[in-house]
């Protein structure tokens, strides 16, 4: 059985900072890219950023203030000078090479439940 769960999400006021967390746990060989997506209230999902092999990506609207960081199975989002335009339920992706029977193993796209992030005065 393999988990993925983010922690870190709050509300702060805007240009304050929140650091996200997202941790990969069971039966796994590796952890290869991990991402972070986001989805504001009736709007759709998009990527937030990415590590993949130490190459770090951002989408044009966080570039600058948010930072994507990784240790072992654990990525880190670290969110400064945030927007009330931030605010969203902020959802880790992952993608886990699980253990089978044997000696086997397979990739799998691995979804965490999401954290809440609201950014308001």
């Known amino acids: 059985h393999v988990q993925v769960a983010e922690s870190g999400g709050g509300s702060v006021q805007p240009g304050g900072s929140l650091r996200l967390a997202c941790g990969v746990s069971?039966?796994?060989?590796?952890?290869?890219?991990m991402n972070w997506h986001r989805q504001a209230p009736g709007k759709r999902r998009e990527v937030v950023a990415g590590?993949?092999?130490?190459q770090t990506k951002y989408s044009d609207y966080v570039k600058g203030r948010c930072t994507i960081t990784r240790d072992r199975n654990t990525v880190y989002l670290q969110m400064d000078r945030l927007k009330p335009e931030d605010k969203a339920i902020y959802s880790c992706?992952?993608?886990?090479?699980?253990?089978?029977?044997?000696?086997?193993?397979?990739?799998?796209?691995?979804w965490g439940q999401g954290t809440q992030v609201t950014v308001s005065s």
């Open positions: 992706e992952c993608n886990v090479e699980i253990l089978t029977d044997g000696l086997g193993s397979h990739d799998e796209r691995l």
């Open positions: 069971g039966n796994i060989f590796s952890v290869k890219d």
């Open positions: 590590i993949n092999r130490g």
